[in-house]
C-alpha cells in the first residue's frame, strides 16, 4: 500500500513538473525529443528508487537533476565510443567537451525560465498556428497525440507527423531555448497568446464535429495561461487572456441546453455561469488595469465579456458599452472578425439596420466569404428587421458552411422560425 502511495505521488509530481523538466533539459541538450526522453528516464529512476528509499524533500529538484546527470552522461559516453572507432579531429574534441561543459555548468544553474523557454520554443513564429497548438499542447500540456488528435477531430497520425516536423524544423533553426528579451520579447509574445486562445476557442465553439463545445480543451488553455501569467506576472495582455478565457469559460454550462442544442449568448439561462471563473475573471481583468493594459486587444475583449458577466438579464446588458468597446478593439485589432462582432453589437445597441450597414460596409470582408458566423449574423439582423424571406435565405446558408453539427442543427431551426 505504501509503494502504491509511492507510486500515485511520483506520477503526480512528474504530471506537474513535466513540461519544467522538459524545457531546462531542452536548453541544455538543444533537442526536444532527446529532453522528453531524459525526462521519462528520471520518472523510471524515480519509479526505482524512491519506493526504496522515499520520497526526496524536493522531488522536483530530484528529477531535473537526475534527468541532467543521465544527459551528461550521454554526451561522455557518445564521445568514448567514437574515441574508440576513429580518431576524433582537434574541432570534435572542442564541440565535445563544449557540450559537456554547457551541460556541467546547467548542473548548478537555476534555470528559472525554464518552462517560458519551452513555451515560446514550442509557439515560435516560424511553426504554422495548427504545428504551434499540436506542439504546446503536447510538450507544455502534456497531452498525448492520441488526446489532442481527439480534441481536434484530426487523425492521430496527422496531430503525430504534425508535431514530428514542428520539432524538426525548431531543431534544424538552431534555436536556444532561452527567453526572448527586450522588443523581442514583444513581437513573440503575440503568437504565444494566439495560440493559447486557438486552443481554447476551439474547446469553446468547436469549429466541426457533433459537440458544440469541448469543455477539456478550455481548461488545458486556462490552465496554460495561469501558468503564463505566474511566470510573466508585470504583462498585462498576459492576464487580458486569462481574464477572457475565465469569463467566457464561466459561460460554458449553459451554451447548451439538456439535449445537446445550443443556446445563444441571450438566451442564456445566467444561473447556470459559474460565478468563480466570473470572480477571477474580473480579478484578473483588474490586474491588467493595476499595470496600465487596459487598452490591449485582449483586455478589451475581457471588457466586453465583463459587461455580460456584471448583467443579471440579457435585458439588463449595456450594449452601447459593449459596442464602444468594440469601437476601440477595432481600431487595436482591425480584424474581419471584429468587425463583424462589432456590427453584431452595434445591432444590439441602435438596433438591426445599424448592424446591417456596418456589415455592407465592412472592410476585407472577402474573407469571411466561407465563414458561417457572417450569413448568421446576417439572418439575426434581418429576422429582426422583419425581412424573413431574407433571414431565412441567410440562415440557410450558414448551415451549409458550418462543419459543426450542433450549430448547424440550431441555424436551420432558425431558417424554420422564418417561415410565415
Known amino acids: 500500500m505504501a509503494d502504491e502511495a509511492t507510486r500515485r505521488a511520483i506520477e503526480a509530481v512528474f504530471r506537474i513538473e513535466r513540461a519544467r523538466l522538459i524545457g531546462g533539459l531542452a536548453r541544455m541538450v538543444r533537442d526536444v525529443d532527446r529532453a522528453e526522453e531524459l525526462a521519462q528516464e ?27 546527470r543521465r544527459a551528461l552522461d550521454g554526451i561522455r559516453h557518445d564521445t568514448m565510443r567514437a574515441r574508440k572507432h576513429a580518431e576524433i579531429a582537434r574541432e570534435q574534441d572542442e564541440a565535445d567537451a563544449s557540450a559537456v561543459a554547457r551541460i556541467e555548468a546547467a548542473m548548478d544553474d537555476d534555470v528559472g525560465d525554464e518552462l517560458l523557454s519551452l513555451i515560446f520554443a514550442a509557439c515560435h513564429p516560424i511553426l ?90 478550455c481548461a488545458e488553455a486556462r490552465r496554460m495561461g495561469r501558468i503564463l501569467a505566474g511566470l510573466m506576472p508585470a504583462e498585462p495582455e498576459v492576464f487580458g487572456l486569462v481574464a477572457l478565457m475565465d469569463i467566457q469559460a464561466s459561460r460554458l454550462n449553459a451554451r447548451t441546453d439538456a439535449s445537446g442544442a445550443f443556446v445563444p449568448l441571450t438566451a442564456q439561462n445566467r444561473a447556470r455561469w459559474d460565478p468563480l471563473l466570473i470572480r477571477r475573471g474580473l480579478d484578473a481583468l483588474r490586474q491588467v488595469e493595476a499595470l496600465g ?38 481600431r487595436v485589432l482591425p480584424t474581419p472578425v471584429v468587425g463583424l462582432n462589432r456590427a453584431i453589437a452595434h445591432s444590439m ?49 450558414a448551415a451549409g458552411l458550418t462543419r459543426n453539427a450542433t450549430e448547424r442543427a440550431f441555424l436551420l431551426a432558425r431558417a424554420r422560425a422564418c417561415v410565415g
Open 293 to 330: 493594459g487596459g487598452g490591449g486587444a485582449y483586455a478589451l475583449q475581457a471588457a466586453i465579456g465583463a459587461c455580460h458577466a456584471r448583467a443579471r438579464t440579457a435585458a439588463e446588458t449595456n450594449w452601447a458599452r459593449i459596442a464602444a468597446l468594440y469601437d476601440r478593439l477595432n
Open 128 to 217: 504554422s498556428a495548427d504545428a504551434r497548438a499540436a506542439l504546446t499542447l503536447r510538450l507544455i500540456g502534456g497531452l498525448s497525440t492520441d488526446e489532442i488528435a481527439r480534441a481536434f477531430l484530426t487523425s492521430e497520425p496527422t496531430i503525430a507527423q504534425r508535431i514530428v516536423r514542428a520539432k524538426r524544423t525548431i531543431g534544424q533553426a538552431g534555436l536556444a531555448f532561452e527567453m526572448p528579451r527586450g522588443q523581442e520579447l514583444a513581437a513573440r509574445l503575440a503568437p504565444v497568446l494566439e495560440v493559447l486562445y486557438l486552443i481554447f476557442n476551439e474547446g469553446y465553439a468547436a469549429t466541426a464535429g457533433e459537440d458544440a463545445i469541448r469543455p477539456a480543451l
Open 349 to 397: 445597441a441602435a438596433g438591426p439596420e445599424a448592424g446591417l450597414r456596418l456589415i455592407d460596409d465592412l472592410p476585407g470582408v472577402e474573407a469571411l466569404r466561407g465563414y458561417a458566423p457572417l450569413p448568421a449574423a446576417r439572418g439575426d439582423f434581418l429576422f429582426r428587421a422583419g425581412r424573413l424571406p431574407e433571414a431565412r435565405a441567410e440562415f440557410e446558408a
Open 42 to 68: 528520471a520518472l523510471l529512476i524515480a519509479l526505482s528508487d524512491w519506493p526504496k528509499r522515499g520520497v526526496p524533500d524536493n522531488p522536483a529538484a530530484w528529477l531535473m537533476a537526475t534527468a541532467k
